[in-house]
């Protein structure tokens, strides 16, 4: 039965605990209302919390506004919250300049998100094998690598797919039973998507060969994540053991096995919040064995230089002039990097400091820095006062003294007033600003890499 299998599916992937809340995308179509009724099956057996959103793209008209309707009503009757949002997807994605589909996409889990910080849920969406069977045809069509083979994940961060075991043809037969009604999206029908013409004219002969075909691709596309997992592993031990002052030792690099150099630069990318394609790679590994810089994106560059290799970032010239006044914001983006600052009591900043180990260097005496101090980018000629040494020198000079590699330091923030920097990334609080035992109030910074600046 459907149910069990759910229920299977939820506990082998530990997608959701008693007590616990989830929210639904609903469509309105098979897949969304059978997962809908089953969660809401299991509201008292797991005390859950179901919620559920809808979005109306503005795309199809009255059919749109028959498929709002209709969740609206579908979620009255069974008594879940619902919400709504809606969007001009075409015109929003005008406006972005990339496609409707993508755009669709993107604006549904921004709301889906949204909400599920709201509701402190999981985002449980209606992914089922046969999806799953698609996405990994999709793919091969596109010559993928491994990643594509691992087809949809059952748990992405807040995301879970607790049909991702189940068939189509198991939902239909789960909304007969149930005498479930559910509406048709038309544009599901047509040719005029690269996936539709898999479900449609692909798909079937295939399964005139096997039948079992999703649940066959299932199962491969599970032994396929346990492999990407494992590589994954073993390509953090390499960096690990790589990895050197200002980057990694790219003599041990070239000994590395194509597999794992190709899932290591791709974690370092990650950490800038970029996906490399796999002509990046190449140019990549030629740079390794012979030096030189690979632009893989805009703002994102590998570099290899004197044995060391790294990924940097560029500077951004458009953040150069950014200035953001401190106690305007305790939050902003410069230079694709998030910076958040926090002011707390000193007895608050000790009890804080226990649990969550905030780096000394980045905390500051509040009431040492002046009113007119801002956050920026790093400029040529800004001098600090090292803490502990006492001595005034230029960043520069700093930074060559800690051997920061040249790319790093052209997106180095600092805080700063207008002849001296308080605080500077790499190096921290300059000594008039260091908390001390007569300090009263904390200010703590933190930095993190983003792609949603």
């Known amino acids: 039965m459907m149910e069990d299998k759910l229920i299977e599916t939820v506990r082998k992937y530990d997608m959701l605990q008693e007590g616990g809340s989830v929210l639904v995308g609903l469509s309105g179509g098979a897949d969304s209302v059978s997962l809908l009724h089953a969660l809401c099956s299991l509201r008292e057996q797991m005390r859950l919390k179901v919620y559920a959103c809808h979005v109306h793209h503005g795309l199809r008209g009255a059919e749109a506004d028959r498929d709002e309707a209709f969740c609206a009503e579908l979620c009255r009757k069974w008594n879940v919250p619902y ?56 793919h091969l069509t596109r010559g993928c690598g491994l990643i594509g083979l691992c087809g949809i994940p059952p748990v992405r961060g807040k995301i879970i797919r607790p049909l991702i075991e189940i068939s189509r043809q198991e939902i239909e037969d789960y909304c007969r039973t149930h005498g479930l009604l559910y509406v048709t999206d038309s544009s599901n029908l047509g040719r005029d998507y690269s996936r539709n013409c898999i479900r449609l004219d692909v798909l079937p002969p295939l399964k005139e060969i096997n039948p079992s075909l999703d649940r066959t691709l299932t199962r491969f596309s599970e032994r396929m994540r346990q492999t990407e997992a494992y590589i994954i592993q073993e390509a953090k031990n390499a960096l690990k053991s790589a990895g050197v002052r200002g980057g990694y030792d790219a003599g041990k690099m070239r000994q590395w096995h194509e597999v794992v150099f190709f899932a290591a630069v791709r974690i370092l990318c990650e950490e800038f919040a970029v996906i490399p394609e796999a002509k990046h790679i190449e140019l990549i590994k030629k740079i390794v064995y012979n030096s030189g810089a690979v632009d893989i994106s805009g703002r994102v560059r590998a570099v290899m230089t004197q044995g060391i290799f790294r990924i940097c970032e560029v500077r951004d010239a458009a953040a150069e002039c950014e200035e953001y006044p401190i106690g305007t914001a305790e ?44 956050f920026r980018l790093k400029k040529s000629g800004d001098r600090i006062t090292l803490p502990y040494r006492g001595v005034t020198k230029p960043l520069r000079k700093v930074f060559n003294e800690i051997k920061l590699p040249q790319e790093k330091r052209d997106s180095v923030l600092v805080l700063a007033d207008e002849s001296r920097v308080l605080w500077s990334e790499e190096i921290g609080a300059c000594k008039e600003c260091m908390v001390t035992q007569s300090t009263e109030k904390v200010l703590v910074i933190e930095v993190e890499m983003t792609n949603k600046c």
Not at 92 to 111: L, S
Not at 340 to 358: A, C, G, P, S, W
């Open 83 to 138: 919400e709504v949002l809606h969007c001009d997807i075409a015109k929003e994605a005008e406006k972005r300049k990339i496609g409707t589909e993508e755009c669709g996409r993107d604006v549904r889990y921004a709301f889906f998100e949204k909400l599920a910080e709201q509701y402190d849920a999981k985002i449980a969406t209606a992914h089922t094998a046969s999806d799953n069977a698609e996405t990994i045809l999709f």
């Open 331 to 374: 939050n902003m983006c410069i230079a694709h990097k998030k910076l958040t600052y926090r002011v707390m009591n000193i007895d608050e900043y000790h009890d804080e400091l226990k649990k969550y180990q905030f780096s000394l260097a980045n905390s500051l005496d509040y009431g040492t820095i002046p009113l007119t101090s801002v």
